[in-house]
């Protein structure tokens, strides 16, 4: 198992920057792959960001490229999400999950953490 902890979510205007962090404890050596997803209200969960554990090798959603930046902390089992130029679209729930080594599927996620952008 592993366990996931996310926050630094919050209350921003349209143009700002936030940061989240999703700490990872548990069988944190069978990583693979961290990622981050978002679900606004009425809507399906949505791919934002991933970052593979030993490659370090990024994937980003169109709807994010340029603006958000995905980050990994090997030694504090860590990810984390820079969020810049922050549209009201940006506003849902934010998951960090994981995908263990020969899965394929995010098997654990976080408990989520809520970004709210203003216009």
């Known amino acids: 198992q592993v366990q996931l902890v996310e926050s630094g979510g919050g209350l921003v205007q349209a143009g700002g920057s936030l940061r989240l962090s999703c700490a990872a404890s548990?069988?944190?050596?069978?990583?693979?792959?961290m990622g981050w997803f978002r679900q606004a209200p009425g809507k399906e969960r949505e791919f934002v960001a991933s970052?593979?554990?030993?490659?370090?090798?990024?994937f980003y959603a169109d709807s994010v490229k340029g603006r958000f930046t995905i980050a990994r902390d090997n030694a504090k089992n860590t990810v984390f999400l820079q969020m810049n130029s922050l549209k009201p679209e940006d506003t849902a729930v934010y998951y960090c999950?994981?995908?263990?080594?020969?899965?394929?599927?995010?098997?654990?996620w976080g408990q989520g953490t809520q970004v709210t952008v203003s216009s």
């Open positions: 548990g069988r944190t050596f069978s990583i693979s792959r």
């Open positions: 999950a994981v995908r263990p080594v020969n899965a394929k599927d995010y098997d654990y």
């Open positions: 970052v593979g554990w030993s490659t370090g090798n990024t």
